[in-house]
């Protein structure tokens, strides 16, 4: 009866372990599998909960070595019950759910393969020191499931190198088999996938496109799209580019090849991992570099304050925006979209759009010109920017509850965009608009002044403020709470769904709410 009890605890707790660790994966995938920023949201974020994980140790590790085993599979028996319940919870209010991705499938492997070799080692020799040692690690990594979750990753870290060395080569081979690609890669720290986005429209009038999907802009999404949508029929490559650290746009340059690119933006982004500007600007500007060595053309927009500044230190780029013979003028905006005039040296070519924002103007510029470049006709770019819809998440304008009406930013989290989607709202005269935010995030010692002006523009623009989550809204409260605006329409939330409970008490046809921002689960805390 011992050992019944003994081997089914032992099966209950790994199983249990099992569903913390659905948990674990799901930090994990949502901090790109990196070990240095998952044991942050740890040290961040775990501290309760690890101190109740290592009692939890120290009370199943009690009842087996005193030899209680009816008690010890009791226990267990509970533990599988309350992490069964606490995973299906944590489903169904996660914001961004865990992907069963193949990497994700190999790890739980690797943690279920820990588990069963240790069962065995205490099966076969459970009554020598070795036994009882392979007992409390497998009772010590299936409380203390971070660990699992670490060695997990460890193991299987070599099976990942190996697979995206395999890929990468792949993709590489795919692309030199397709003579006359036209490859063009895009990057900035933000307008890049609203760039990438247009781009593909206007080039679509002329040529067969294929363009990296929804944000793959890493390493491996885009290596993805090629071995899944590059076509003998292909004509032209429209590659984002996405980057946290230096190299990161070399890395898929060197895999892709360039010949023409487009620079959005240079700005705050990801500063925990690049400390400066100078060292996102020379990251971005990897693109120009392969370009160049591809003989081809590098656009960079101006607009982007930060790219003027350090113009000087890449004079080769084609630099487009204010002071250039690129430009736009004559730009009438409104709540249902723009109007301008796109200046091509000495022609001028008059755009409409459904795109809200003056960022979006500077998205549509670059596009454009590249697509001149690339000889798609002017009526051709006329009528595709006419067609353009917000892509989704990207200050959508939309129907929504009772006959209001929805501005969904949810996907953007950047300064500047954030800005231009606050004065979008504030645009809408006569109606009743509310703004629902996390703030702003990775923006490292700017981090704090940006989502304090962040407030700034919620007070001007907005006549109600739902703030969600304490830890990174403190900035923008401090910055509302610095001007005149009524504290009794400043709240504070913990979910997105609280705060959508508090619009809907007064959304009518007469109200407007911005969604700005959605951050996931691991920043929510």
């Given at each position: 009866?011992?050992?019944?009890?003994?081997?089914?605890?032992?099966?209950?707790?790994?199983?249990?372990?099992?569903?913390?660790?659905?948990?674990?994966?799901?930090?994990?995938?949502?901090?790109?599998?990196?070990?240095?920023?998952?044991?942050?949201?740890?040290?961040?974020?775990?501290?309760?909960?690890?101190?109740?994980?290592?009692?939890?140790?120290?009370?199943?590790?009690?009842?087996?070595?005193?030899?209680?085993?009816?008690?010890?599979?009791?226990?267990?028996?509970?533990?599988?019950?309350?992490?069964?319940?606490?995973?299906?919870?944590?489903?169904?209010?996660?914001?961004?759910?865990?992907?069963?991705?193949?990497?994700?499938?190999?790890?739980?492997?690797?943690?279920?393969?820990?588990?069963?070799?240790?069962?065995?080692?205490?099966?076969?020799?459970?009554?020598?020191?070795?036994?009882?040692?392979?007992?409390?690690?497998?009772?010590?990594l299936?409380?203390?499931?971070?660990?699992?979750?670490?060695?997990?990753?460890?193991?299987?870290?070599?099976?990942?190198?190996?697979?995206?060395?395999?890929?990468?080569?792949d993709?590489?081979?795919i692309?030199?088999?397709?003579?006359?690609?036209?490859?063009?890669?895009?990057?900035?720290?933000?307008?890049?996938?609203?760039t990438?986005?247009?781009?593909?429209?206007?080039?679509?009038?002329?040529?067969?496109?294929?363009?990296?999907?929804?944000?793959?802009?890493?390493?491996?999404?885009?290596?993805?799209?090629?071995?899944?949508?590059?076509?003998?029929?292909?004509?032209?490559?429209?590659?984002?580019?996405?980057?946290?650290?230096?190299?990161?746009?070399?890395?898929?340059?060197?895999?892709?090849?360039?010949?023409?690119?487009?620079?959005?933006?240079?700005?705050?982004?990801?500063?925990?991992?690049?400390?400066?500007?100078?060292n996102?600007?020379?990251?971005?500007?990897?693109?120009?570099?392969?370009?160049?060595?591809?003989?081809?053309?590098?656009?960079?927009?101006?607009?982007?304050?930060?790219?003027?500044?350090?113009?000087?230190?890449?004079?080769?780029?084609?630099?487009?925006?204010?002071?250039?013979?690129?430009y736009?003028?004559?730009?009438?905006?409104?709540?249902?979209?723009?109007?301008?005039?796109?200046?091509?040296?000495?022609?001028?070519?008059?755009?409409?759009?459904?795109?809200?924002?003056?960022?979006?103007?500077?998205?549509?510029?670059?596009?454009?010109?590249?697509?001149?470049?690339?000889?798609v006709?002017?009526?051709?770019?006329?009528?595709?920017?006419?067609?353009?819809?917000?892509?989704?998440?990207?200050?959508?304008?939309?129907?929504?509850?009772?006959?209001?009406?929805?501005?969904?930013?949810?996907?953007?989290?950047?300064?500047?965009?954030?800005?231009?989607?606050?004065?979008?709202?504030?645009?809408?005269?006569?109606m009743?608009?509310?703004?629902?935010?996390?703030?702003?995030?990775?923006?490292?010692?700017?981090?704090?002044?940006?989502?304090?002006?962040?407030?700034k523009?919620?007070?001007?623009?907005?006549?109600?403020?739902?703030?969600?989550?304490?830890?990174?809204?403190?900035?923008?409260?401090?910055?509302?709470?610095?001007?005149?605006?009524?504290?009794?329409?400043?709240?504070?939330?913990?979910?997105?769904?609280?705060?959508?409970d508090?619009?809907?008490?007064?959304?009518?046809?007469?109200?407007?709410?911005?969604?700005?921002?959605?951050?996931?689960?691991?920043?929510?805390?």
């Amino acid at each position: 009866m011992e050992l019944f009890y003994i081997y089914s605890a032992l099966l209950l707790v790994a199983a249990s372990s099992l569903f913390s660790l659905c948990f674990q994966f799901q930090m994990l995938q949502q901090n790109s599998y990196y070990a240095s920023r998952y044991f942050k949201w740890i040290k961040n974020s775990f501290a309760v909960t690890s101190v109740i994980l290592s009692l939890l140790y120290f009370a199943l590790t009690f009842l087996f070595t005193a030899k209680l085993y009816k008690y010890f599979f009791i226990f267990a028996a509970v533990l599988f019950v309350i992490r069964l319940l606490l995973m299906i919870r944590r489903t169904k209010k996660s914001i961004k759910p865990i992907v069963f991705t193949a990497r994700v499938k190999r790890l739980f492997a690797a943690a279920l393969l820990v588990l069963v070799l240790l069962t065995l080692l205490f099966a076969l020799r459970k009554e020598n020191i070795s036994g009882q040692l392979a007992m409390l690690l497998i009772l010590l990594l299936s409380s203390l499931t971070p660990l699992l979750c670490f060695l997990s990753l460890l193991i299987c870290s070599p099976v990942e190198k190996a697979f995206n060395r395999y890929y990468i080569n792949d993709a590489k081979k795919i692309l030199k088999s397709q003579k006359g690609l036209i490859v063009i890669g895009i990057t900035g720290s933000y307008g890049k996938t609203t760039t990438k986005f247009i781009l593909n429209r206007i080039l679509s009038e002329k040529y067969n496109t294929v363009c990296t999907p929804k944000s793959f802009n890493t390493t491996l999404g885009v290596v993805r799209t090629i071995r899944e949508n590059i076509k003998p029929e292909t004509q032209v490559f429209i590659c984002e580019m996405g980057a946290k650290k230096k190299n990161d746009i070399k890395e898929i340059c060197d895999i892709v090849n360039p010949k023409y690119g487009i620079i959005t933006s240079v700005g705050e982004q990801h500063l925990e991992t690049f400390k400066t500007l100078d060292n996102v600007f020379s990251t971005k500007f990897e693109l120009l570099d392969s370009v160049e060595k591809n003989g081809g053309v590098c656009l960079a927009s101006l607009d982007s304050p930060a790219i003027c500044e350090r113009a000087g230190k890449k004079p080769h780029a084609l630099y487009i925006g204010k002071g250039t013979n690129y430009y736009t003028s004559d730009i009438k905006s409104s709540p249902l979209g723009s109007e301008f005039v796109l200046n091509i040296k000495d022609k001028r070519l008059p755009l409409r759009t459904k795109l809200l924002g003056a960022h979006s103007i500077s998205d549509i510029m670059a596009a454009a010109l590249l697509s001149n470049m690339l000889g798609v006709s002017d009526n051709d770019i006329i009528g595709a920017v006419a067609s353009l819809t917000p892509h989704e998440h990207r200050l959508q304008l939309k129907s929504y509850i009772n006959g209001s009406t929805l501005l969904d930013d949810a996907y953007n989290s950047n300064p500047v965009g954030s800005t231009e989607a606050l004065k979008v709202l504030g645009s809408f005269e006569g109606m009743r608009k509310t703004v629902i935010t996390p703030g702003m995030i990775e923006l490292g010692d700017m981090e704090y002044e940006a989502n304090f002006n962040l407030g700034k523009a919620c007070a001007e623009n907005a006549d109600d403020i739902i703030l969600v989550g304490k830890n990174y809204t403190k900035p923008i409260a401090d910055a509302i709470n610095e001007t005149d605006f009524n504290t009794e329409r400043l709240h504070f939330v913990s979910s997105f769904k609280e705060g959508l409970d508090i619009f809907l008490n007064y959304a009518d046809k007469n109200s407007v709410l911005l969604i700005e921002n959605d951050l996931p689960d691991n920043y929510l805390k």
